[in-house]
C-alpha cells in the first residue's frame, strides 16, 4: 500500500507508481444533464444547477480545447508530461452511444493523456458503453476508471436526498466495469443529515466487500442553488460539528481495506458557490489536521480491517 505517512493509500503516490511520474486531472465538461433531473424528478438535494463543474470550461468548449487549455497551463506551471482526462459533471454516459464515443475517443488523441476517468450514476452504466471504453483502451493504450457516486450504504438517507438508485444498482454497476478490467472510484459523503457513525462504517465494510478500486471521500458542502440550501437556510436540517466529521473519517478509514487508494479526503468548491463548505476551513488545512489527529491516535488505514474471509472462523483457533 502506497501510503501518506503510512496512515493511507494517498492517490498521488498511487498515480506516481503506476505511471512512473507525476499525473494530473483534467476536467471535462461535456453538454449533457442526469436521468434523475428528467421526467419531473428534481436531482439529488445537494447538488445545485451547474452539476459539480464549478471550476470546468462551459461544455461548449470542444473536448480538446478544454483539455489541451489546462494542459498548457499545467505543463508550464508543474512541467508535467502525463494526465487524465476526467469527465467529470453530471452523468456522462448519459448520451446517445455514438456521441459518447466520440467525445471519448476525442480525448484519448490528445497528446500527452494516459488515462481516460468517466463519472456516471451507478443506475446509468450499460455493458455497450463500457465496451467502447474498452476498445479505447485497446487502440490507444489509455487506462481506464469509472467514478460512481454511492454517497451512503443508508438507503434512508439515499431516498431523503433523492438519489434515485439503490445499492443494488451500484453492485451490479460495479460488478460490470471490473468485469471489463476497469478501475471503479466510489464517492461518498460522510456527513449526511440522517446519518450516523455506524453508516460510515458500514459504507467502509461495504466498499470493501465490493473491493472498489478508489474512493472520493466528501465532506458535505451547502451549494447555492441546491434543495438542500433551502433545507439549511429554512432550518430544516441542521450540519455536524467538524469534530464529528473527523470521527467519521478517521473510523472510515480505520475499517476501510488498505489497498483501496483514497482520492479525496474533502470537498472542494470555490467559495462564491456554497453558502457552508467545511466549517470554514481550507480542505489542505483540514488534511493536515486529520494526520495529526490519525497519528495521535495510532489510527491508520485499514486498522479495523479484519472482518472479511470468514472472520468468526478464527474463534475456533482460540480454543
Known sequence: METNHSMYNDYSNFLRKKYGEKVYKLPVNLPVTCPNRKNGRPGCSFCAGCGTGFE??????????QLEQTKLH???????????????????TFLPIEEFHAYVEEAARVPGIVEIAISTRP???????LQVLKDLETNY?????????????N???LNAIGRGHTLAEFIDAALKIHSFGFEVCAHVILNLPGDTLIDSIETARFL??????????????IAKGSRLCEDYENGTITLGSKEDYFERLIYFLDYLDPDIVIQRLFSRIPEKDSIFCNWGNSWWKLKDELEKRMQNGGHYQGRLFHYLNGAALDILQER
Open 155 to 157: 438507503y434512508h438517507t
Open 123 to 129: 443506475d446509468c452504466v450499460a455493458a455497450e458503453y
Open 208 to 221: 470493501s466487500a465490493l473491493h472498489v478500486d478508489a474512493v472520493k471521500i466528501h465532506s458535505l458542502y
Open 141 to 153: 493504450h489509455v487506462g481506464i476508471s469509472v467514478e460512481l457516486g454511492l454517497q451512503t450504504v
Open 74 to 92: 499545467i505543463e508550464k506551471k508543474y512541467h508535467a508530461h502525463k494526465f487524465i482526462a476526467y469527465f467529470q459533471n453530471y452523468t456522462n
Open 56 to 65: 470546468s470550461f462551459d461544455s461548449s468548449v470542444p473536448v480538446k480545447e
